[in-house]
């Protein structure tokens, strides 16, 4: 069976590694018999480079490999190309494709819903900031911005507001700022982020001691998230068999 090569971003945090490794092995356990690696594109190990050359040293001729980023930027489109470029001039018998990444999937917003919810916030009066991570193109912060309205949709909260950690505005003290004038008395910030780590620690700082907000838990090992991660295999496998084979 081909594998999935599941490549995160990568952290300095070692909090970052260990999430993504559960979120991974709860893939693993929705389909044991597949043969599912974890690498990273940077700062955490093991590299892309290195599961691709043990993937094509046991033998395999193919392999699907899933971006798990939550938007399609510089790593998704140049940073891991380039990657699965060099890896298959080092082996060119094995051959490789990039599945879509996970993107603004509307069951990673149920995932983050349930995040909020494990918070305990009464829903009633709530207000929500949910924050990303903010991009220097200012297209992609129209389109996370877009998703708060989505969040919000089917819950009873009184008000969702985007924020970003860097690079764009509104910032996190502007969305508090916003939902309190709209009279949200409960603040929860969601994590638009697959893990914890420094940015997502910048954001708590930056609201620490704010009375009744609440910091909720990064999308993690969310058994949604593992749905998504399945799919973009599976798509990206039946695209490549339906034109019989696979390339990078």
């Given at each position: 069976m081909?594998?999935?090569i599941?490549?995160?971003h990568?952290?300095?945090?070692?909090?970052?590694?260990?999430?993504?490794?559960?979120?991974?092995?709860?893939?693993r356990?929705?389909?044991?018999?597949?043969?599912?690696?974890?690498?990273?594109?940077?700062?955490?190990?093991?590299?892309?480079?290195?599961?691709?050359?043990?993937?094509a040293?046991?033998?395999?001729?193919s392999?699907?490999?899933?971006?798990?980023?939550?938007?399609?930027?510089?790593?998704?489109?140049?940073?891991?190309?380039?990657?699965?470029?060099?890896g298959?001039?080092?082996?060119?018998?094995?051959?490789?494709?990039?599945?879509?990444?996970?993107?603004?999937?509307?069951?990673?917003?149920?995932?983050?819903?349930?995040?909020?919810?494990?918070?305990?916030?009464?829903r009633?009066?709530?207000?929500?900031?949910?924050?990303?991570?903010?991009?220097?193109?200012?297209e992609?912060n129209?389109?996370?911005?877009a998703?708060?309205?989505?969040?919000?949709?089917?819950?009873?909260?009184a008000?969702?507001?985007?924020?970003?950690?860097?690079?764009a505005?509104?910032?996190?003290?502007?969305?508090?700022?916003?939902?309190?004038?709209?009279?949200?008395?409960?603040?929860?910030?969601?994590?638009?982020?697959?893990?914890?780590?420094?940015?997502?620690?910048?954001?708590?700082?930056?609201?620490?001691?704010v009375?009744?907000?609440?910091?909720?838990?990064?999308?993690?090992?969310?058994?949604?998230?593992?749905?998504?991660v399945?799919?973009?295999?599976?798509?990206?496998?039946?695209a490549?068999?339906?034109?019989?084979s696979?390339?990078?």
């Amino acid at each position: 069976m081909t594998p999935l090569i599941a490549v995160a971003h990568g952290s300095r945090d070692p909090r970052s590694a260990g999430t993504v490794a559960a979120a991974v092995a709860a893939v693993r356990a929705r389909r044991p018999e597949l043969d599912v690696r974890l690498c990273f594109l940077d700062l955490s190990a093991p590299s892309v480079d290195r599961i691709l050359d043990s993937v094509a040293a046991e033998g395999h001729r193919s392999a699907v490999v899933v971006p798990l980023l939550l938007g399609s930027a510089f790593h998704a489109r140049v940073d891991l190309p380039a990657l699965l470029r060099t890896g298959r001039d080092r082996h060119p018998l094995l051959r490789t494709r990039q599945a879509e990444v996970l993107g603004q999937d509307e069951r990673l917003l149920d995932a983050v819903r349930d995040r909020v919810r494990d918070t305990g916030a009464p829903r009633d009066g709530l207000g929500v900031v949910l924050a990303a991570v903010g991009s220097s193109d200012p297209e992609a912060n129209a389109r996370t911005a877009a998703l708060a309205d989505r969040l919000r949709h089917g819950t009873g909260w009184a008000g969702v507001s985007p924020c970003f950690a860097t690079a764009a505005e509104p910032t996190i003290e502007q969305a508090v700022a916003d939902l309190r004038a709209r009279g949200c008395r409960r603040l929860v910030v969601a994590p638009w982020f697959l893990a914890p780590g420094l940015l997502t620690d910048r954001l708590a700082r930056a609201v620490a001691g704010v009375d009744d907000v609440t910091f909720a838990a990064p999308i993690g090992a969310h058994p949604r998230l593992a749905e998504v991660v399945l799919d973009r295999y599976e798509a990206a496998l039946s695209a490549s068999l339906s034109r019989g084979s696979l390339s990078a």
